[in-house]
């Protein structure tokens, strides 16, 4: 039954040639370890998203209720601080994580040729990623969610020029206060997130298309290696 | 690799690909368990306990006219300490005994009035009737009479436990 459910939809959305694509292509020979963090940033991605949701419910973006909001989800709620701790932890392991992507991605090459435009969208993802650390860390509004914040955004009011406007911008105002908070919390849940699904689409799109690269130690016997997109 | 082609046994592909999809369903669930959890814990919380309210002097109520007295309630709203207005129906009895009633129609809430005509309570939403005796049902679709509400006198005061009870169900439940 489940092959004919499966033939069924294939036969009507062609999922079936995407999930080809995307699960059963190619490889080079050679791939190893280092070509993993790109899958595991991913995964960080839909972590942060399904926890996420979960904390939207729970919190109150006002200077008044905000941290309440926070502690009673954390206290009150079943699984809550689990939940939150999840989030917290998800947030540094996918910098460090797209971090290390992007270091292998150049430390062998795999921005050549055809993959420019793959590096050029993954270097706007990694600073969507930061975008989320930065904007999620005053959501808390606490004491050193607040100093934080008023440090981080006062840097971009020091650009020449166009520095005030950048930060009267950011905060919506001249200090850090309700309008600033509802602020961030757009960003961090809206703004991010539809920018980010839009970049990773694109992104995960290019790499199917050219393939892995063939990682550089295997570059003589290249001709040979090339990935190619086979039947699985 | 080489392909097993016989039709027997399984290929290094497919078992890896097992693997694969064992370890991906364990760590869905272990992700799946907290966040499920959070999601549903509001239903899962336990019963809110009564909490006691003076309505005043127990010298204002009478046994012929039942009255009506508003209350606030302060309850732990999430995060927030709300203050909910709420109505009781209190009517005298002989020997400083009372009947306090919850004022809300047990059909879906409204807040049943007094019809000093009739002599019944009725909500104004879809008909119900309650007798002025008891707070049984006369009419309508509500499942059951009036919420009945505990009192103490004290101080000369009439103190209720005040307590919101589950709506459209037959059994009388703490909410
Ligand atoms: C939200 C952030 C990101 C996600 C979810 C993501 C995801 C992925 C995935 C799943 C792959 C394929 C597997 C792999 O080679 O690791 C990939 C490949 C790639 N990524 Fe990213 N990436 C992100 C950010 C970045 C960044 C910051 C860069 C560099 C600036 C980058 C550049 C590339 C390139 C050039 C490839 C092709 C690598 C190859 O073919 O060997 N990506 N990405
Ligand atoms: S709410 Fe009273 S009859 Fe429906």
């Known amino acids: ?232 | 690799m080489k392909q097993n082609t016989s039709g027997q046994g399984v290929t290094r592909r497919h078992f890896l690909g097992y693997v694969t999809a064992a370890l991906g369903a364990f760590v869905a669930t272990v992700v799946a368990v907290p966040v499920v959890g959070a999601f549903v814990s509001p239903a899962l919380k336990k019963k809110g306990s009564g909490q006691w309210i003076s309505l005043g002097a127990i010298d204002k109520f009478t046994r012929k006219e039942p009255k009506m007295v508003g209350i606030t309630v302060v309850k732990q709203d999430g995060w927030v300490e709300a203050r909910q207005p709420r109505v009781v129906w209190v009517v005298a009895e002989d020997n400083n005994k009372f009947r306090v009633y919850n004022a809300q129609c047990t059909h879906l809430g409204c807040v049943a009035d007094w019809d000093p005509q009739d002599r019944t309570w009725k909500s104004p939403c879809h008909g119900g009737v309650f007798a002025f005796e008891d707070g049984r049902v006369l009419a309508g679709p509500p499942p059951r009479g009036l919420d009945s509400l505990e009192y103490k006198i004290e101080g000369g005061e009439l103190v209720v436990n005040y307590q919101d009870f589950r709506l459209g169900i037959e059994e009388k439940t703490a909410l």
């Open chain 1, 1 to 232: 039954m489940g092959t004919s459910v499966a033939q069924w939809l294939d036969e009507r959305t062609g999922a079936g040639t995407v999930w080809q694509a995307l699960f059963k292509r190619k490889i080079p020979r050679g791939v190893n370890f280092l070509y993993t963090f790109g899958a595991a940033t991913m995964f960080i991605f839909m972590l942060q998203a399904v926890t996420g949701i979960i904390l939207a419910m729970y919190y109150s973006a006002t200077p008044e209720t905000a941290y309440d909001s926070i502690m009673f989800f954390t206290t009150q709620v079943g699984y809550g601080s689990i939940v939150r701790g999840l989030h917290h932890w998800g947030a540094s392991s996918m910098v460090v994580l797209v971090a290390l992507h992007a270091l292998v991605v150049f430390a062998l090459g795999a921005y050549k040729y055809p993959r420019e435009l793959t590096w050029v969208v993954g270097i706007l993802l990694l600073g969507i990623v930061v975008g989320f650390s930065f904007t999620g860390y005053l959501l808390p509004w606490d004491e050193k969610a607040y100093w934080a914040t008023t440090v981080g955004t006062n840097m971009a009011g020091t650009v020449p020029f166009a520095g005030n406007f950048l930060l009267l911008v950011l905060r919506g105002g001249s200090e850090l206060g309700a309008v600033s908070l509802t602020r961030f919390y757009a960003y961090h849940t809206v703004l991010l997130p539809s920018l980010a699904l839009m970049l990773i689409v694109v992104h995960l799109y290019l790499v199917v298309k050219h393939g892995v690269s063939v990682p550089p130690w295997l570059w003589e016997r290249k001709p040979k290696l090339e990935a190619k997109r086979v039947e699985a």
